[in-house]
Structure formats: structure tokens, C-alpha cells
């Protein structure tokens, strides 16, 4: 079988790791587990300056932006990402280019011995037990990029930051918190500022703080973080400022926008990505691209910003997977990404007579009520279904009631299996309709599989559809 190996690290990874062995809850951890791990491998995280991007929505596209223009300064450029869309190796990108699944396999489970020695200590009372899933695929990124000999890396935050497993960098030049929103909150608190308090964590000193915040009990929290440690604040609206310019007729898919930063001056930049709220992620990727050179003395040129932000594709977000009618793929699985979607839907796609059909399946953890009330502003029907992750579906029942209260319970379906969900939004679209999934990452990533199946993406360590750049 093509890629044995490979399947045996991710059984091992979502079986053993995930269900089989007992964990130490991570507020006692912290990152006591991935820094032991770290240590086993060398220290991998040190060796190589890291740009390191929080946030409540967005830090995805913003990861993605940066890494897109240090490539174009041809800086050997490691992006991590969490979590992936289809397979594990999306977390792992060196210059666009996904790590090989057998490497993959061979770090993964060269890690066992060391993951079976910690579980054991635990039970002796001594350490602070088997490292996570998420421990385990990060400090995994690390050693690869130390191996490829980065010049540098963009790491994407998971959850929070506090307790985050890559809150591990104690002098990095730049850091980003994109934006502070409701999410996590059995995790990371029930107000803006508390949860600012959580991801304020990354910012550990001297570097400089590039953050799109602007409610003020959350910027609060950031800017006293900053004169804590001594890191310097650039606000968007601030040091930052940007001035988006409305799409004209003709113009090609993405976004154009002026920027203002306290290196420099920019008219007429384009990023590759459609939405006004990418047009602002673009404005905080380069402000960080710029700060990073300044920090590390590794140029980035303004030919440079502007091939970056040309190149730049990410997978899953606002993603044309065929025409006639039109797919989007779109991992939106929050509120404030929901908006955005929704306002970029009604902006960009739907033209007079055409008509969305909504494959959607949100996780039971989510904000559904907000949502939803953002999907149905455009959805004209939607089929209801379920991501591939039983712990957190929940009852769908809820997500029903919500979307026919809006759109009237003739528009609204329940189908459980995803593919047969698509299937029937597909059979309802006429040519000049629109088809989008969306709601969740692992939605979106399932139904993915049919315009590109994992093994044809782990055979070329490219998640890049053909036509995308690549």
C-alpha cells in the first residue's frame, strides 16, 4: 500500500495519542511536555528566527501571507499550520513544499520510546506525563524545518496562547495577534478581556507586537502586556493604517489596498485573496514581514511585499474547486469568519438571479446561534451535515431549528454523510448558482477530497489544486 508508513504514524497520533493513553490536563503541563520533547530533538525551535501569529480568526491567511513573502525574498521559509485541512503533512511547508510522509513516519514514531518513557514516569508520580497530539505534530515541525536549514519560520498558533504548545519561543523578533473574539470559552473566558489575557501570553518581550484589535478592553490588556515586557506595539489604525480600495470592473480576484507602517509606504498593493477582511490580514502580513527584517537584519525588499502578496493561495479558504455551477470551499468556523464570508459572498459572487446553496456543518463547541444568523443573510437553502469529528458534533437538531426559523423549513435539510450532503446541493444548483462549504475546517477538508484525494496530495506534498499556485 502507497504510503504505509505514513497511515501507521497518523493511527498512532489520532489512536494512541488522542484515546488510548491518559494525559496530564495542560494547566498543570503547560509547556513543560513540548519543551522535554524539544530538548529530546536538539532544541530544533532555536535555530532559526520565528514569526509567531495568534488570533481569533484570520491567523491562518495571515501565517500563510507572511510565509509567501519571506519566500519571495528567498528566505527558506518553514510555515506551520494548525490544524490541516486533509492530512498531516499540510502542517509541515518549507518553501511550498510539504514534507515528505515518510519523514513524516519516521519522526513520528522515532518519538514513541521517548512518549512511552513519559507516560510511564507519570505513573511513578514523576513528570508531567505523555505528551498531546498537538505537542507531538509541533515539535515534530520544528525538527523539520532545523533539518531543511530554515532561514525562517511562520508558526501558526493553535488554541489561545498561554497554554498553547507553541508558546515555547522566548526571543522571537515579531509577534501577531490578529484580532480577540468570542471563541474557547470554557478554555480561554467568558470577556474580551480575559481571553486578550490568554493570548497576550505570546508577546514575551522586545519584540515588536503587530495586532488588528481595536475593542478597547482588549487592546487594553495587549498594549500593558507590551509595556511589561517591553515589546513595541504596532496597531492597526495606529502605526498601522490601511486604505482598501473597492474592486472595479475587470479587476482580477483579490484585493487592493494602501498601507501606512513605521517602515515604509505602499499604494496599490494587491493580495491574491477575495474578501475585505484578507485586505486587512494582507496589511498586518506585511507590517510583520517588514518588522521581521528589521529585528533580524534579513532583507525584504517592496518587490518582495508585492510578489508575496501576489503568490499567496491557502486551501480551504474561498476556494473555486470547479464552475457551472461555481464551488467554494470556505473553512469558516467562527463568527467574525462567518461574517466575513457571508459579506464577501454578497459583495463578490452572488449576481441578480443567481442563487446559494449552503453545505453546512458546525461543531457543537462553535457559536451556532451567530453562525448561522450570518449564513442564512445569504443562504437561499442549505443542507445541514456533519463534520468527521464525533466527540464534537453534538446534536443537529439545534443547527435545524436555527436555520429554518430563518430560511423556512422547506430550504432546510438534514443529511448526515457529507458527500451525500453535497451531492444534493449539487443536484439543486442550477449553472449559474452557488455551491459553498462551510462551517468547519474538517468539513471542509472531508469534501475537499473530491476535487483532490489525500493520496494524489501526499504523492505530490502539494495541497495546491491543479491551476492553483504552486
Known amino acids: 500500500m502507497p504510503h504505509k508508513r505514513y497511515f501507521e504514524a497518523v493511527d498512532y497520533l489520532q489512536r494512541r495519542l488522542w484515546h488510548e493513553l491518559p494525559i496530564v490536563p495542560v494547566e498543570r503541563a503547560l509547556q513543560r511536555r513540548v519543551r522535554h520533547v524539544l530538548e529530546h530533538l536538539g532544541d530544533p525551535h532555536l535555530r532559526f528566527p520565528v514569526t509567531h501569529v495568534g488570533g481569533s480568526a484570520g491567523k491562518g491567511s495571515t501565517t500563510a501571507i507572511i510565509a509567501s513573502i519571506l519566500r519571495a525574498a528567498a528566505l527558506r521559509t518553514g510555515m506551520y499550520t494548525s490544524p490541516h485541512l486533509q492530512t498531516f503533512i499540510e502542517r509541515y511547508d518549507v518553501d511550498g513544499r510539504l514534507i515528505d510522509p515518510d519523514r513524516f513516519a519516521d519522526l513520528i514514531l522515532g518519538l514513541d520510546p521517548l512518549v512511552r518513557q513519559m507516560h510511564l514516569e507519570v505513573?511513578?508520580?514523576?513528570?508531567?506525563?505523555?505528551?498531546?497530539?498537538?505537542?507531538?505534530?509541533?515539535?515534530?515541525?520544528?525538527?523539520?524545518?532545523?533539518?531543511?536549514?530554515?532561514?525562517?519560520?511562520?508558526?501558526?498558533?493553535?488554541?489561545?496562547?498561554?497554554?498553547?504548545?507553541?508558546?515555547?519561543?522566548?526571543?522571537?523578533?515579531?509577534?501577531?495577534?490578529?484580532?480577540?473574539?468570542?471563541?474557547?470559552?470554557?478554555?480561554?473566558?467568558?470577556?474580551?478581556?480575559?481571553?486578550?489575557?490568554?493570548?497576550?501570553?505570546?508577546?514575551?518581550?522586545?519584540?515588536?507586537?503587530?495586532?488588528?484589535?481595536?475593542?478597547?478592553?482588549?487592546?487594553?490588556?495587549?498594549?500593558?502586556?507590551?509595556?511589561?515586557?517591553?515589546?513595541?506595539?504596532?496597531?492597526?489604525?495606529?502605526?498601522?493604517?490601511?486604505?482598501?480600495?473597492?474592486?472595479?470592473?475587470?479587476?482580477?480576484?483579490?484585493?487592493?489596498?494602501?498601507?501606512?507602517?513605521?517602515?515604509?509606504?505602499?499604494?496599490?498593493?494587491?493580495?491574491?485573496?477575495?474578501?475585505?477582511?484578507?485586505?486587512?490580514?494582507?496589511?498586518?502580513?506585511?507590517?510583520?514581514?517588514?518588522?521581521?527584517?528589521?529585528?533580524?537584519?534579513?532583507?525584504?525588499?517592496?518587490?518582495?511585499?508585492?510578489?508575496?502578496l501576489e503568490r499567496v493561495w491557502i486551501s480551504g479558504r474561498m476556494e473555486q474547486v470547479q464552475s457551472e455551477p461555481i464551488v467554494l470551499l470556505d473553512s469558516a468556523h467562527n463568527p467574525i469568519e462567518?461574517?466575513?464570508?457571508?459579506?464577501?459572498?454578497?459583495?463578490?459572487?452572488?449576481?441578480?438571479?443567481?442563487?446559494?446553496?449552503?453545505?453546512?456543518?458546525?461543531?457543537?463547541?462553535?457559536?451556532?446561534?451567530?453562525?448561522?444568523?450570518?449564513?442564512?443573510?445569504?443562504?437561499?437553502?442549505?443542507?445541514?451535515?456533519?463534520?468527521?469529528?464525533?466527540?464534537?458534533?453534538?446534536?443537529?437538531?439545534?443547527?435545524?431549528?436555527?436555520?429554518?426559523?430563518?430560511?423556512?423549513?422547506r430550504n432546510v435539510t438534514f443529511i448526515a454523510d457529507p458527500a451525500e450532503a453535497l451531492d444534493a446541493a449539487l443536484a439543486r444548483a442550477r449553472p449559474r448558482d452557488l455551491v459553498v462549504v462551510t462551517g468547519s475546517m474538517f468539513l471542509v477538508g472531508a469534501l475537499r477530497n473530491r476535487w483532490l484525494p489525500e493520496r494524489t496530495l501526499l504523492k505530490r506534498r502539494s495541497a495546491a489544486l491543479r491551476g492553483s499556485r504552486e
Open 123 to 308: 505513573l511513578d508520580g514523576v513528570g508531567y506525563g505523555r505528551p498531546a497530539l498537538v505537542e507531538i505534530a509541533f515539535a515534530t515541525g520544528m525538527k523539520h524545518f532545523a533539518d531543511e536549514g530554515c532561514d525562517a519560520a511562520v508558526v501558526e498558533v493553535g488554541l489561545g496562547g498561554r497554554t498553547d504548545c507553541t508558546n515555547v519561543f522566548e526571543d522571537k523578533p515579531v509577534t501577531v495577534i490578529t484580532n480577540i473574539e468570542f471563541e474557547h470559552t470554557e478554555r480561554l473566558g467568558a470577556t474580551r478581556a480575559s481571553i486578550a489575557r490568554e493570548k497576550a501570553a505570546l508577546i514575551r518581550g522586545r519584540e515588536i507586537f503587530i495586532t488588528g484589535e481595536r475593542h478597547p478592553d482588549a487592546l487594553a490588556v495587549l498594549e500593558a502586556r507590551c509595556a511589561e515586557t517591553g515589546a513595541t506595539p504596532w496597531r492597526l489604525g495606529r502605526e498601522i493604517r490601511i486604505r482598501h480600495h473597492a474592486p472595479a470592473s475587470g479587476d482580477p480576484p483579490g484585493e487592493r489596498f494602501d498601507l501606512t507602517c513605521p517602515l515604509g509606504r505602499y499604494r496599490d498593493l494587491r493580495v491574491a485573496l477575495t474578501g475585505e477582511h484578507q485586505a486587512r490580514n494582507a496589511a498586518l502580513a506585511v507590517a510583520a514581514a517588514l518588522a521581521f527584517s528589521d529585528r533580524t537584519g534579513l532583507r525584504v525588499t517592496e518587490a518582495d511585499i508585492r510578489a508575496g
Open 338 to 409: 462567518a461574517r466575513a464570508l457571508a459579506a464577501t459572498l454578497r459583495d463578490r459572487y452572488l449576481r441578480r438571479g443567481a442563487r446559494l446553496h449552503l453545505v453546512c456543518g458546525i461543531l457543537a463547541d462553535k457559536d451556532q446561534v451567530s453562525m448561522v444568523r450570518a449564513f442564512a443573510s445569504v443562504a437561499d437553502t442549505v443542507a445541514v451535515t456533519q463534520p468527521a469529528l464525533v466527540e464534537r458534533i453534538g446534536d443537529p437538531g439545534r443547527m435545524l431549528e436555527l436555520f429554518r426559523a430563518r430560511l423556512g423549513a
